[in-house]
């Protein structure tokens, strides 16, 4: 089981997301924007992200920067991105910044949690 921050700003994803994986048996606790998401990240410990690159307030790339240069326990923290805009574009920036799992939206719930249980295993 792992205590997953959910940063969303679609109502449908987040609640699609929430479902499968509190279905799997892991705690989520959602945010509908980047900001909210850095400050959640100060106040509890979390074992992954499971992250929208579009974002308000906070962008996923601005988010995902600040997590990875920050001086903080949570600097190395699993980073699962979600995006309806497509991935060619963020393939470099990703593996510069240790994101190795990213998933197309529309997205089966299946693979998400498959690779969220990959996470569960570590």
Request: with cysteine; proline share 4%; charged share 25%.
């Amino acid at each position: 089981m792992l205590h997953i921050l959910l940063a969303e700003d679609d109502p449908n994803h987040a609640t699609l997301a929430r479902q499968a994986l509190e279905e799997e048996g892991h705690i989520i606790t959602s945010v509908p924007d980047g900001k909210r998401a850095l400050e959640a990240m100060d106040h509890d410990a979390f074992d992954l992200v499971l992250l929208d690159m579009r974002l308000p307030e906070v962008d996923g790339r601005e988010f995902i920067g600040r997590v990875r240069q920050g001086q903080c326990w949570y600097a190395d923290i699993p980073i699962v991105v979600l995006t309806g805009y497509g991935l060619r574009q963020h393939l470099d920036f990703f593996s510069h910044f240790g994101v190795r799992d990213y998933l197309s939206k529309p997205y089966d719930c299946d693979e998400l949690a498959t690779i969220i249980r990959s996470y569960d295993s570590h």
